[in-house]
């Protein structure tokens, strides 16, 4: 295999886990179960197979992804309102428009074409088209779609709910539950990870900054559980896809790290013989937490056919 080949594995096997993921998002109304270790396998295969021979290798399409699975999703507005109580005791009623994904159709045509479309790039003919294009041109192209993903990025959300007035935020929006405080360091954190990975882009070690990004794991799984509650990684930082069918081919859903710190400390202070057993009290917790997103779920579906 060659050296820059070998050299573009960590980007494209990174770049098909984020891909995969980001295709199948929460926002996604999936039905169909998804493949990641298939498209992990065949990924392993083509890797292979393109080193061997000198052709490039896949690429995991980071953010096209998203963008096809985005286009492919049947939206729909709905008018929804909320109320809430001033302090003088008067009742307020917001009433906003949003925008629900109700299906996405699942088909591999599109897929299939595009791949083909990629094969055709690659011949003799088109690869001379190709070079007579200006860079400006593919510079644009990437402006769009990164500027597209700014928009709603998790970042600039939480910004701009610590930027505007109390009363222009839903009572309903999660990230009233979080301390300031504690939003702002989560987002401090967050600007940091990115800031490292761009400027070591601008370096002679560029080809290393999958390292800045599986460097983040550890620091999620690990030292963040023990900087942030439960609930506020719950909100802050929610899986990116957490549907069961999507998670079914990852072996189901995984049991997060706070939740197992939460649940050794409830056992301590229960072995103490201070609140009882922690790990009755602990799977009670978890109970009346899936009570609670059962009932403002429900709600939330029940104001949405009220005003649909």
């Not at 197979?49 to 399409?61: F, H, T």
């Not at 460097?215 to 802050?236: A, D, K, Q």
Request: proline share 6%.
């Amino acid at each position: 295999m060659s050296s820059a080949s070998s050299a573009w594995l960590p980007r494209t096997d990174n770049q098909q886990n984020v891909s995969s993921l980001g295709a199948q998002a929460r926002q996604f109304p999936l039905k169909k179960p998804a493949g990641f270790h298939w498209d992990f396998f065949l990924l392993g295969c083509t890797s292979f197979i393109g080193g061997i021979i000198g052709i490039p290798l896949p690429n995991g399409l980071v953010p096209q992804a998203p963008v096809h699975t985005d286009s492919l999703t049947n939206y729909k507005d709905k008018l929804v309102s909320t109320h809430e109580t001033d302090e003088n005791g008067d009742k307020l009623e917001h009433r906003h428009k949003t925008i629900v994904a109700e299906s996405v159709v699942e088909q591999r045509i599109s897929h299939f074409l595009m791949g083909l479309g990629l094969v055709g790039t690659m011949t003799g003919p088109l690869l001379i088209v190709l070079h007579t294009m200006p860079r400006c041109l593919f510079s644009g192209v990437f402006f769009v779609v990164g500027w597209g993903s700014i928009e709603g990025n998790g970042i600039t959300a939480k910004v701009m709910f610590l930027l505007s007035e109390r009363r222009f935020i839903e009572p309903a929006n999660p990230l009233l539950r979080v301390p300031r405080k504690q939003m702002m360091l989560f987002i401090l954190l967050q600007i940091l990870g990115v800031g490292f990975s761009v400027a070591i882009s601008q370096t002679i070690g560029a080809i290393g900054f999958p390292v800045i990004i599986l460097s983040l794991i550890p620091l999620r799984w690990v030292l963040m559980p023990h900087m942030f509650s439960r609930e506020e990684l719950g909100i802050m930082d929610a899986l990116t896809a957490d549907s069961d069918v999507v998670l079914s081919s990852l072996g189901g859903k995984p049991e997060m790290p706070e939740v197992v710190l939460e649940r050794q400390k409830r056992g301590i202070r229960g072995a103490s013989g201070e609140e009882g057993n922690g790990d009755e009290s602990a799977a009670n917790s978890d109970k009346e937490q899936e009570k609670q997103g059962e009932t403002a779920e429900g709600r939330r579906l029940r104001e949405l056919e009220q005003t649909g």
